[in-house]
Structures are given as C-alpha cells and as structure tokens.
C-alpha cells in the first residue's frame, strides 16, 4: 500500500493516545506502520530532500495538526498525551478524523487564519498564476509561520528557568559575549527588576541588562519604565526586555523618548530570531534552488 496522507493518520494517532497516557511519537510511529501492515520499503521511503523517512514525517504532521485543535498536549520532548477534548471526539467513534472535521475547534480556526491557510499547500502550489519559485516561497513561509507558533507555545509552556536559559542561549547565538560560560550571569543580580546580564561583545567592553518574563496579556509603559529604573540603579545605559507576550504602543513609544537604549523583544520577534539564529530547532531538510547561468554559456 501506499503510504498514507498525513490526515489519515489523524485518527490512528489519536486512538493510541486514548488510554490517557503518556507516549512516544517514536514509539507511536512504529506502531501505526505495523497496524496499516506497511512494508519495510515502504517505511524507508524518504522526502525528497532524503534527510526523514515519508511516513515519519506525515504521522509527525498529524500530531502537530491534532495539538493545534487542542485534542493532544506536548508533555514533553517528542512526547505527547491525550487532552480532555480528545477523549470527547474519540467517544463519539469518528470514521475519520481530518483538516475538515478539526474547523469545528475555535484553536484549530484561529491557526488556518493565521497561517493563511484554509488549503493544503501542494494546493496552493497549484494555482496557475504562481511561478513554481512564488508557490515554493509561500510554501515556506506557511511552514515557518507554524513553526514560530509552535516554538511560542512551548517558550510559554516552560518553567521560568529554563525561559531564562532560552534567552541567554539565542543571545549567545547572536554573538553577545562569546560562550554560555563566560558570556552571561543568569539569575538574580540584587534588582528586581533585572534577570542577569550579558557582555556585548566577547571582550566585555560594555554590558546589556536582561530582563525576560513570560508575562500574561500585553506589557505596559509601567513594567517598561521599572526596568529603565532599575537600569539606573545599576548604572547601566543598555538593555533588553524580553516578553512571550506583546508591547503596548505606549511601552513602544516611551523606550524611543528616553536616552537610555532599551530593546523591546516581544513573543513573535522572540519566535523569529530563535528560527534565524538555529535555537530550539533542528534542520529536516535543506533545498538548493539552480538556475542557468548565462554568462556560463555567453561565449558557446
């Protein structure tokens, strides 16, 4: 047989999570080949690009499409469990579960619209007015847009510690201040309104003031001038202040009008740079796109 499309696999994912446990998705991947009876060739069948086996990867975007309609919950790396909401559609004995029954979830909504996605992307790649170079591109930037999502939940889903070891390892991989050892103090520095502190560059010649919380709801004008404050008491002329949540206008406004230099970070640019600067990612494929070159062949 062929190997099935992601959202068949909807289904047969989500029954295995129905006995309220913990599981693998490594696990859960050999088992579903051997309920489908797929054969070894046909669980070998790479991507295109030949760096992750076809049937891996689709029973991978099932589980990701059955966490943004809130039927599974991420407990941990590549592992997973079964939520409430899950339990109720696995009861009402579904034929099959897909990208159309999951519209009825107000999440699973609110993700298509935000992806600009209410197709499949090989159907978008389909339409004749693109250029195969345009249908690529938007195909990733859907695949990014989701990603940064993902990566926001989880940065709001992890203890404060490990927020703040996130912070200081994509400011490392910015090159501010050379390796984690040496670049960063992490933790309480006697101010309560700064987190710790980086060196600018590898020779320390300057320090930035850190300040990283996941706060609820939108950051305003206040918090944002307490930690100007507490840049003051330290002496400090630079700082960042990083949120997974967002900045009011205010906040914005008032960090432009002081002389102190405060960067703003919020959770979408926060997702974006850890994509650009390889933090909390790894690469699945990697695709080099040729063309003629013309001047090549200008004297043949």
Same mark, same amino acid.
């Given at each position: 047989?062929?190997?099935?499309?992601?959202?068949?696999?909807?289904?047969?994912?989500?029954?295995?999570?129905?006995?309220?446990?913990?599981? %693998?998705?490594? *696990?859960?991947?050999?088992?579903?080949?051997?309920? +489908?009876?797929?054969?070894? /060739?046909?669980? &070998?069948?790479? @991507?295109?690009?030949?760096?992750?086996?076809?049937?891996?990867?689709?029973?991978?975007?099932?589980?990701?499409?059955?966490?943004?309609?809130?039927?599974?919950?991420?407990?941990?790396?590549?592992?997973?469990?079964?939520?409430?909401?899950?339990?109720?559609?696995?009861?009402?004995?579904?034929?099959?579960?897909?990208?159309?029954?999951?519209?009825?979830?107000?999440?699973?909504?609110?993700?298509?619209?935000?992806?600009?996605?209410?197709?499949?992307?090989?159907? %978008?790649?389909? *339409?004749?007015?693109?250029?195969?170079?345009?249908? +690529?591109?938007?195909?990733? /930037?859907?695949? &990014?847009?989701? @990603?940064?999502?993902?990566?926001?939940?989880?940065?709001?889903?992890?203890?404060?510690?490990?927020?703040?070891?996130?912070?200081?390892?994509?400011?490392?991989?910015?090159?501010?201040?050379?390796?984690?050892?040496?670049?960063?103090?992490?933790?309480?520095?006697?101010?309560?309104?700064?987190?710790?502190?980086?060196?600018?560059?590898?020779?320390?010649?300057?320090?930035?003031?850190?300040?990283?919380?996941?706060?609820?709801?939108?950051?305003?004008?206040?918090?944002?001038?307490?930690?100007?404050?507490?840049?003051?008491?330290?002496?400090?002329?630079?700082?960042?202040?990083?949120?997974?949540?967002?900045?009011?206008?205010?906040?914005r406004e008032y960090v432009e009008k002081i002389e102190k230099k405060i960067v703003l970070i919020d959770g979408e640019e926060l997702s974006q740079l850890m994509i650009d600067h390889g933090v909390g990612v790894t690469v699945v494929a990697t695709y080099v796109v040729n063309r003629v070159d013309h001047d090549y062949f200008a004297d043949g």
């Open positions: 047989m062929a190997v099935p499309d992601f959202q068949t696999l909807m289904l047969p994912l989500l029954k295995i999570a129905g006995d309220r446990r913990e599981h %693998r998705i490594a *696990e859960s991947i050999d088992r579903i080949a051997l309920e +489908l009876g797929l054969s070894e /060739d046909e669980r &070998r069948e790479l @991507l295109s690009s030949g760096k992750q086996a076809r049937f891996d990867n689709r029973v991978g975007w099932a589980r990701t499409y059955l966490k943004k309609a809130g039927l599974i919950d991420y407990t941990g790396v590549g592992r997973f469990r079964i939520t409430d909401r899950g339990v109720n559609a696995l009861a009402d004995s579904p034929p099959r579960i897909d990208i159309k029954s999951l519209k009825r979830f107000p999440e699973f909504l609110e993700f298509l619209n935000l992806q600009q996605h209410e197709n499949k992307a090989a159907e %978008r790649a389909e *339409e004749p007015e693109r250029t195969p170079e345009e249908a +690529l591109e938007n195909n990733y /930037d859907y695949l &990014r847009r989701g @990603l940064a999502q993902e990566l926001l939940e989880r940065a709001k889903s992890c203890s404060p510690r490990f927020f703040e070891k996130l912070v200081l390892d994509l400011l490392v991989a910015m090159n501010y201040g050379g390796s984690p050892e040496d670049a960063a103090r992490v933790g309480r520095i006697g101010d309560g309104g700064i987190d710790g502190t980086i060196k600018e560059d590898k020779l320390g010649l300057d320090v930035v003031y850190v300040q990283a919380k996941r706060w609820q709801g939108t950051v305003g004008r206040p918090i944002v001038q307490g930690f100007a404050g507490s840049l003051e008491g330290q002496r400090a002329r630079k700082g960042v202040l990083i949120t997974t949540s967002s900045f009011s206008p205010d906040a």
